[in-house]
C-alpha cells in the first residue's frame, strides 16, 4: 500500500551534516519526497508531537532536544519531510532502526549515528512515524495540506528519466 510518513532530520543530524546521507539512504530504500521544509519548532508544536511522552521523566530534555536547544545556532531547527512509497512507514523505521541507538542494528542511521546524551535523552539522528495512523497525525501537526505535492508512483519512479525527455519537447 503506497503510505506517507513524516521524517524529521534532528538537530543532532544537522549539526553533523549528515542530511545527505539520511536523504540518500531514504532514496535507496524506493522512497520520494512528496513535502519538504526546514522549521523553528515552537514549543506548542514539540508538546503536540511528543505529547504520548509526557509523563516521562526525559520528557523536558526531549523538548530542548527538538526544538534545537541543545546543538548550537546552526542547528537550531529541523528539517522536515514528507515522504511517499510502498510501505513507506516501515521502510523508514527499518532505514532509522531502533530507537535506543546501542540497540539499533549498526547499520541503521540510529546504529551508526545516534547516542545518549549524559542527561539521558536518545539523540537518534531523524524522528521517524510509527505507523500509519500516527504518520497521518504528524504530518496534519507539520504540513499544511497544500505543501504536500500530490506526485504519483510512476511518475516519481520515472523522475530522472523522464525530465529530459520532456525537456527535449521543448518546456
Ligand atoms: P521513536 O522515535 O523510535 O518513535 P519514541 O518512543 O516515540 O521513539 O520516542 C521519541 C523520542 O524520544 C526518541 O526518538 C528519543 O529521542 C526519545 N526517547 C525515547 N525513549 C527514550 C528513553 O527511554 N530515554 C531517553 N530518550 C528517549
Ligand atoms: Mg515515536
Redesign the pocket.
Known amino acids: 500500500m503506497i503510505e506517507n510518513t513524516l521524517v524529521l532530520i534532528?538537530p543532532d543530524a544537522l549539526q553533523r551534516n549528515l542530511t545527505g546521507h539520511v536523504v540518500f539512504r531514504l532514496a535507496q530504500a524506493g522512497l520520494y519526497i512528496v513535502g519538504a521544509k526546514v522549521v523553528q519548532v515552537s514549543d506548542a508544536l514539540a508538546h503536540e508531537h511528543?505529547k504520548?511522552?509526557r509523563n516521562?521523566p526525559?520528557f523536558p530534555?526531549?523538548i530542548r532536544?527538538i526544538k534545537g536547544e541543545l546543538h548550537g545556532k546552526l542547528s537550531s531547527g529541523v528539517l522536515a519531510f514528507v515522504y511517499r512509497g510502498e510501505n513507506a512507514v516501515q521502510k523508514v523505521?527499518d532505514v532509522?532502526g531502533?530507537?535506543?541507538p546501542e540497540q539499533a542494528d549498526p547499520k541503521s542511521l540510529r546504529g551508526a549515528y545516534g547516542r545518549?546524551t549524559t542527561k539521558?535523552?536518545?539523540?537518534?539522528v531523524i524522528?521517524?512515524?510509527?505507523d500509519p495512523a500516527e504518520a497521518q497525525r504528524e504530518i496534519g501537526l507539520w504540513f499544511a495540506p497544500e505543501e504536500i505535492v500530490d506526485l504519483e508512483p510512476a511518475v516519481a519512479g520515472n523522475a530522472s528519466r523522464s525530465v529530459p525527455r520532456k525537456a527535449k519537447g521543448g518546456l
Open positions: 534532528k511528543y504520548h511522552l516521562k526525559f530534555e526531549l532536544y523505521r532509522a531502533a530507537t535506543h545518549i539521558g535523552v536518545m539523540e537518534n524522528h521517524a512515524s510509527s
